[in-house]
């Protein structure tokens, strides 16, 4: 029934850490580490601003705060400010990222809605404006189109898959990116 | 016995007075400010009065409004804390011109000690050990080299005119005397416009070690024993704990009787601390004396197992103490930290705002004072301390261990606290030795890199955790919000309950 979801962690260095998450019963996840190792957690919450964890047989008695997407985590004395983002979190900053900056390589769904049809290859050359993505929503096609030129590096969705909002649809790299 | 008190104060120490009241079995009073609403010394109170805006000048400083406070209350007797008016002998003068008791030491006491140059000229004719230095300012070199001599080497030649640090000059041998001397002299004359210089032992590194007293109108004065204050920064407190460790019983006996006879040079009543600067070689020099009671005083309180507020408020009923020097219990050791809403890694800066959750530690040999509660402000407008962590131990590596310890259960969310600071502090070699003088701070802060980290992947997980459930309940919440009205929504609900009941929410 859950599927499971990804978070991306910033901790205040440079480095951005994934993480995957997918609930199971009783209150038990299955997390899979930045380094692929895959753990289950057993969680409860004890308390407003607590979180307790079992993680193979270690108690973890944490606190955390939240304030927008950012987690301030005691565990013991320490204290660690941890920004999380999840799919759909870390798109939309791409995308501010990049409407700063100019070109972001993500085409992202406008809606959600059924990938019927799929018109471009990964590594194929296309022109803004060209259709890449046909997405079925309220008994509509829609095509969506490349939203600058360049070479499609990705190709995340088929025909048959749901979308949400803001979901990738495709990542189209620079023209001459190397 | 009075039966009612009002509290002059506002925070931890309002509410920690207020505790040895309502043991007294006397009614309690607050005042509070326009900002301290919500306070928790406010809830603790039996009564409670507004007596102005936030700001501390409108409110906590208006000896008329407190006053009145009293009056309208019926208070028979006023509790001025620490801070705010609890040095003010105008304070203490107009109390003592209405039928209210202040819970403290005369006007003439508080001023005496408040005027530095005349608390020195007291302390002098007392016998008490002042810093050596010149009384009168020097302009011959020959005379102040002298002088310095008799002193001991390193000194200190200070301008008259100075202050606050400047115009001071350190000379650490005879051969360079001379030239330094002349130099501070044109120095001075040119920043101040007056040359006068005097010069005064220069104390390399020494400890903030003072005497906790107690005195009752009879003049029965007797000491408490120590506390080293020497973890401090810009002469801020951090950390307190007694026995000083580095102090001989000798030396111990002899600081305690020159603190006795401090008070007793003022007629001093009530509780007071004598402060002194203790050298490496265990001399010891009066630094000041504070008219009233001390952040740090529950450390003393553990080890004597007396309660300070307890026979403050008995001595400004007329009571006498029961206690000779020789019969005052001692007993392990004790520690306070004091936990701040500051960001030591912003260079303490105050961080007030929302406290989310509070948590304090319990257990064998632990006292948390804390003014604050889950859900309360840490108001920008006071004292960002939001507890002092006390713990007591058979021994000094007892009390230090219950101290780790208990830091590591504090829990503070919403505002950034010192705790990882302290349990920094608590864990250097200095502070583990006890050698640690009041430089020790300022010295830790240059060598250190940060704080250390090692949970960092357990803190990921558990925010990464935290994000995932919010997301799924999101889910579900928005999934309910759909469903038509024949829809499972019932079956939702119930399963929201049995989550509930779970904890796995």
Known sequence: MSRSREYTVFNGDDEQRSWEVETLENGRYRVTKPDGETIEVDAIAPDDDRLHLLVEGKSVDAALFRRDSTYQVQIDEQRHDIEVLNERELRMRAAEAVTAGGGSPQLVSPMAGLVVKVDAEVGQTVEAGDRIVVVEAMKMENDLEAHRSGVIEEIPVQAGDSVEIDDVLAVIGEPDDE | ?505
Not at chain 2, 103 to 114: H, Q, R, T, V
Not at chain 2, 231 to 236: A, G, I, M, N
Not at chain 2, 333 to 356: K, W
Not at chain 2, 480 to 487: D, K, R
Request: charged content about 25%; hydrophobic content about 40%; some cysteine.
């Open chain 2, 1 to 505: 016995m009075f039966s009612k008190v009002l509290v002059a104060n506002r925070g931890e120490i309002a509410v920690r007075v207020m505790r040895s009241l309502k043991e007294m079995d006397i009614e309690t009073v607050a005042v509070f400010s326009e900002a301290d609403r919500s306070a928790l010394h406010v809830r603790k109170a039996d009564e409670a009065v507004c007596v102005g805006p936030a700001a501390s000048s409108e409110s906590y400083l208006r000896i008329d409004k407190i006053i009145e406070a009293a009056r309208t209350t019926g208070a028979e007797a006023i509790h001025p804390g620490y801070g705010f008016l609890s040095e003010n002998a105008e304070f203490a003068r107009a109390l003592n011109e209405t039928d209210i008791t202040f819970i403290g030491p005369s006007p003439s006491a508080i001023e005496a000690m408040g005027e530095k140059t005349r608390a020195r000229e007291l302390m002098e004719q007392a016998g008490v050990p002042l810093v050596p230095g010149t009384p009168e300012a020097i302009d011959d070199a020959t005379v102040a080299l002298a002088e310095a001599e008799k002193m001991g080497f390193p000194v200190l030649i200070k301008a008259a005119a100075g202050g606050g640090g400047k115009g001071m000059r350190r000379v650490n041998s005879a051969t360079e005397f001379a030239n330094a001397f002349e130099a501070a002299r044109r120095e001075a004359s040119g920043a101040f416009g007056n040359a006068d210089v005097y010069v005064e032992k220069f104390l390399v590194n020494p400890k903030h070690v003072e005497i906790q007293i107690l005195a009752d109108r009879e003049g029965n004065t007797i000491h408490l024993f120590e506390r080293d204050c020497s973890v401090q920064r810009r002469h801020q407190k951090i950390i307190e704990e007694t026995p000083c460790a580095t102090l001989s019983e000798e030396t111990r006996q002899k600081m305690g009787q020159v603190a006795v006879q401090a008070a007793e040079a003022v007629d001093y009543e009530g509780a007071g601390t004598v402060e002194f600067l203790l050298d490496a070689e265990g001399n010891f020099y009066f630094l000041e004396m504070n008219t009233r009671l001390q952040v740090e005083h529950p450390i003393t309180e553990m080890i004597t197992g007396i309660d300070l507020v307890k026979w403050q408020v008995g001595i400004a009923a007329g009571e006498t103490l029961s206690l000779q020097q020789e019969d005052v219990p001692r007993n392990g050791a004790a520690m306070e930290c004091r936990i701040y809403a500051e960001d030591p890694e912003n260079e303490f800066r105050p961080s007030p705002g929302l406290v989310s959750r509070i948590e304090a530690p319990a257990g064998p040999g632990v006292r948390d004072d804390a003014g604050t509660y889950s859900g309360a402000e840490v108001p920008l407008e006071y004292d960002p301390m939001v507890s002092k962590l006390v713990t007591w131990g058979e021994d000094r590596t007892e009390a230090l261990w219950r101290m780790k310890r208990a830091l590591r259960e504090y829990v503070v969310t919403g505002v950034k606290t010192n705790l990882q600071f302290h349990l920094e502090v608590l864990e250097h070699p200095e502070f583990v030795d006890g050698s640690y003088d009041t430089q020790f701070v300022p010295r830790m802060m240059e060598e250190r890199g940060g704080p250390e980290k090692s949970n960092g992947e357990l803190a990921e997980l558990a925010a990464v955790v935290a994000a995932h459930r919010r997301a799924e309940e999101l889910a579900r919440k928005a999934g309910n919000h759909n469903s038509g009205p024949n829809s499972s929504s019932t079956s939702r609900w119930k399963s929201l309950g049995r989550y509930r009941q779970l904890k796995r929410f």
